[in-house]
Every structure is written in C-alpha cells, then in structure tokens.
C-alpha cells in the first residue's frame, strides 16, 4: 500500500469537544462514566452518535444485537468499505476514552473529509459495537464475535444480567431495532483507535502504540459450596467457610499467574456470597475468573493448574466447587501490511511509536479472524483505565485520529486488493 496523505489534519478541538461533551451520558461525580452496555445512558449516547453522523451525511443501520453501522459513500459502491470504530459501552467505574475514543475519532474522521471535500474510492464505515466490556453481558466484545460467526445472534439475544434481563429485553427496552440481520455488513477492514489501558506508552514517551494482534483469555464463573452455620456457635476445626475456602482461591489465582510471568495475568473480578449475614458462616459463593496470556499453551497450563488448586483447596476445606469456562478468546495476530502502514504513517507524522501487542481484548481481536485488522494506541496517564480516573491528553487523541485519518485514507484509495485465501 502506497504512503500516507500528509497534509490532512483532524480537528483536535473538535474531537475533543465530542469527547467532553458524550461524557456527560452515565458521568459519575468522581468524574468517570458508568454507561453499562444497553442502559438508559447507553441509549443516549447512541442517540447522538447517531444525530452526529446523520449530521454528517452518514446512513446509519443497527443489526439485530444493535451494533451501529455507519457508512460514508466512495466513488466505487462496489468496493467493500474500509471500517472504524470501537464501542460506547463503559465499565460501571469507567473512564472518559475506553472505546469512545475510537468511535469518535471515525466520525473525526469524516468530518474531516466532509470539511476537506474529500471523496474515497472505497466506502468508509463507523462502527459502534454492542456490549464491548463484557460486564453487564458476558462475554465481552459479544457483537463483534456474533458478527464474525464466533456466537449465534440467537444465542447472545438470550444472554441474560444478573437481573434475569436478557440482551434482547434490554434492546426492546431502548427501542432499538435492527434494520439489517447480524453479519450481513461488508466490511473490508477495519482499524480500531484505543487508547493503551496500560503503562508501556507513557512509560517510554511514546505517542503510538503500532498494535501486532491481541492476546489470549479465558474467563471462568466458579461456585464454591460449603455449609451455612451459626459464627457464634460453630467451632473454627469444624466450619465449611465457601469465602475463606475463595480467599485461598484469589491467592491461587495471583501465585499461578506471576508463576507464568511476566506476560501472564490473573483476576478475580467478581466474588458474591448467597446470602450474606455477618453472623452466619458463608455456605456459598459465586465467583469469576479473568487469565489473559500471549501464548496459547499458557493459557491450557494455567487453566490445568487453577482446576488442581480449587481442588486441593476444596478437598483440604471439605467444600464443593464448579470451575466452568465460559469463554476462550486465542491470542490473534493483526494484519502485517496494516501493521507496517501504521508505522510507516507515524513515521511520516513524526510521531514517537512502538510495537506492542494488546493486553486488553477488544473488537479488532474479533474483525481480524475475517478481515485484514489492525490497532493503533495512544497512552493514557499512568496506564489507568477501567478507573473513573482514565485520562488521556487532547494532543495524544488528536496525534492518534491523525494516524487513523492516514491510514483510512490509504486503505480506502489503495488498489482493489483480493480477499485473503
Ligand atoms: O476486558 C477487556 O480487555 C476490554 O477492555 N473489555
Ligand atoms: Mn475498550
Ligand atoms: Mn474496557
């Protein structure tokens, strides 16, 4: 592919101002955002994306799990179009870039097209993806999977929260309503914005991150069961404590994991006893496992080890458990020539970068088992996020909308290339 066009620029200003002002959908007071996936604020923040690309001169279509589709026209209609995008969802303690970032930096993007009076011969798309984190809704980047094959629509309509509420009453419920089946847009790739959600870029003054693929995870839901009896009347040799049982589990899970490091990470995100009362020895816990690693034997090693601790632990305290894994996502390579188009358009920015592979999954992990897919990242302070502190700053944004406006613009004017083998 040819070298970027230079002298095209985003408006930061412009960028940013949309960022600021979609925060306030979901804002906390400690200044972050909770926008859960399909949410009453969820809902107003697709609202004005929408109003902003129709404003845009954008058509807009919703698939049936209300992923957001929106496509800017080129020359050649024939051509599949070239994708941005990311997600709107957030963390119920996020922050003000995860995923936003991205999807407005599309729609900076045509904009600055529209301003420049620039026309592509490919079709250029902004892609909101459905439920990205995963936290109301397992697994995370669900639409993105569906969309790829990986889950049937059917299946991820029937995923329900932890308030029985499945993802096709949520969509109802915001009235959201497809206009196009799932997986029946053509898309012919896609490169996502994001920022980092980790230390390495600020760490080592770089503005890009030139991202080579995304690793690995499992995520586990686990139950342990052991008996509930009175915590005055109930000798210590004789308890079957589920939660001192899941306190050994967390220490399990941060010894195997820094046993297979550096790369390897372990978490226990979620831990819930049935119910609680400060007076009665816990006799059930629901609890959730997050392992990521680059490698794919790694992550078979680690999960081998985590069945052979709960059991040693339940065996020792005399509990029950279940240990299921839910969801398995490969470490994923991007797109070498995208890749290096990447690089090459920092260098032609003058914008300090390096290769690095994401530790967080993320939608491009899913488009990149059917389309050439790549990512770029720029830092966020202290490589904070999935915290109401996430910040990044208006000049990495803006260096990063830049990069993505090169190398959508490339893309969308490059030679028809064949679809890979
Ligand atoms: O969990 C993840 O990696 C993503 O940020 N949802
Ligand atoms: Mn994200
Ligand atoms: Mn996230």
Redesign the pocket.
Known sequence: MGTARHNLRVDGARLWSSLMETAAFGATPAGGINRLTLSPEDGQVRDWFRNACEAAGLTVGTDELGTQFALRPGRDSTRPPVATGSHLDT?PTGGRF?GILGTLAGLEVVRTLNDAGIETEAPILIVNWTN???SRYAP??MASAAHVGTFTTADILARTDVDGVSVADALDKLGIAATEPTGSRTIGAFVELHIE?GPILEAEDKTIGVVEGGQG?LWFDGTITGFESHAGTTPMPRRRDAFAGLAEVALAVERIARAHGPSAVGTLGEAVIGAPSRNVIPGRVRFTL?IRDPRAATLDAIDAELRAALAEIAGRRNLGFTLDLVWRQEPVPFDPGIVALIERGADSLGLPHRRMVS????DACNLALKVPTAMIFVPCKDGI??NEAESATQFDCTAGADLLLQTLLTLANAPVTPPRA
């Open positions: 963390q995860d990205e984190e995963g995370a980047t959600q995870i997050d530790g967080a999954s993320h996020s999935h």
